[in-house]
């Protein structure tokens, strides 16, 4: 049974960084592409990130400049790494493992609240 896990979130102060992990269990991810999505308290869950299998990445516009999505399929892991960050990317942040005729997977998510 696939099993994602997020960690690394928690209170950080506006201009600050946090990077979240998704350790992977019960498949490699090697093949698969892997996105982060949030969802802000009252909002519809959003992408904000994806890293294909081929490590070829996409970004939502507004987040490019700030975020990266990195994998290291030899740990079975996908990173986000967060810079910069604002009041506004307070979320549940939520890994998701996406490969076609192969399933879609997600994880439980971890909290990021950015305040001072």
């Known amino acids: 049974q696939v099993r994602l896990v997020e960690s690394g979130g928690g209170l950080v102060q506006p201009g600050g960084s946090l990077t979240l992990s998704c350790a992977a269990s019960g498949s490699s991810i090697t093949n698969f592409r892997m996105d982060w999505y949030r969802q802000a308290p009252g909002k519809e869950r959003e992408l904000v990130a994806i890293?294909?299998?081929?490590?070829?990445?996409n970004y939502v516009d507004s987040l490019k400049d700030r975020f990266t999505i990195s994998r290291e399929n030899a740990k079975n892991t996908v990173y986000l790494q967060m810079n910069s960050l604002k009041p506004e990317d307070t979320a549940v942040y939520y890994c998701h493992m996406f490969r076609i005729n192969f399933g879609s997977y997600w994880g439980q998510g971890t909290q990021v609240t950015v305040s001072s």
């Open positions: 890293i294909f299998s081929s490590g070829r990445t």
